[in-house]
Each structure stands twice: as structure tokens, then as C-alpha cells.
């Protein structure tokens, strides 16, 4: 139940304050959250406790994705100890965004280079000097060494 509600709010609760997203209007959708939760519960939580409740979970649910993702991609270690998925965790995990658990991936992650309007593949700035390694670097302005 406390996933549905969240799920429904989530634009609100899990949005950065903006001037459309204040604090007051997070604060409101947490309250609902809590009116519904304890609706069916037998057990009356006020809203710092529905929080933190979320927020612990939201963060062991993380922590097991990173420890698979970490397991997946171990060098030499065989094959991972894959983790069971309670349903809950699996919403959960839906909620968040990918990249909050399995990081960004961009052309310095190992993913191909994006493609130019002319369709060819854009060619990386090297990083590293191709001429004389001891020459001294140019200075653009700033002050002398």
C-alpha cells in the first residue's frame, strides 16, 4: 500500500523543489500517503514515521541492486550470486529512476560514441599528449610559473 501511494504521488514526493514542487506541497502528498496507509493498518504512523519507513527501504532496496550490479561485474569471480526479488522490492525498484541505481552511463562508460548530423561516428579528443611529454604546457593568459 505504501508503494501505490507513493507511486501515485511520485512526481510530488520524489521531484526536486521547484517553484511547482514546493516543500508544502510534498508535505501534503505525504500526508495523504499517511492517511491511506494507516486506513488499512492496524498499526497508526504519523508522517515522519511513514518517511523514514519509505526511506529506509528505498535505501536497503538500493543497496541490494548496487551489491548485484558490483557482483555482475566482478572480474574472475564466476558466475554472481544473483538475489531473490521480493515483489515489493521489485516496485520499488521501479519507482526509482535507473540511473540512481546503476549510475550514469555515458561515452565514458564504455558506451558507443553518439553519431554526428552527417551520420558519422564523432571522433574523440584525446586525452593524453601525443608530442614531446617533458614540453612545457601553453599558458592562455593565466599567470606564469
Request: a positive charge; proline letters at 7%.
Amino acid at each position: 500500500m505504501l508503494l501505490q501511494e507513493v507511486d501515485e504521488r511520485r512526481k510530488v514526493i520524489m521531484g526536486a523543489l521547484s517553484p511547482r514542487i514546493t516543500a508544502k506541497a510534498k508535505d501534503n502528498e505525504w500526508k495523504a500517503v499517511t492517511e491511506a496507509v494507516n486506513s488499512i493498518s492496524r498499526v497508526s504512523r504519523d508522517v515522519l514515521e511513514i518517511r523514514k519507513k519509505f526511506r529506509t527501504f528505498r535505501s536497503e532496496v538500493k543497496k541490494k541492486a548496487a551489491k548485484e550490479k558490483s557482483e555482475r561485474e566482478v572480474t574472475g569471480g564466476g558466475i554472481p550470486d544473483t538475489k531473490e526479488w521480493k515483489p515489493t522490492e521489485e516496485a520499488l525498484l521501479a519507482l526509482n529512476e535507473t540511473e540512481a541505481i546503476e549510475g550514469h552511463s555515458g561515452p565514458f562508460e564504455n558506451e558507443p560514441l553518439p553519431s554526428t548530423s552527417a551520420g558519422s561516428v564523432a571522433t574523440p579528443i584525446p586525452l593524453t599528449r601525443t608530442h614531446d611529454e617533458h614540453a612545457p604546457l601553453p599558458n592562455f593568459g593565466g599567470r606564469s610559473r
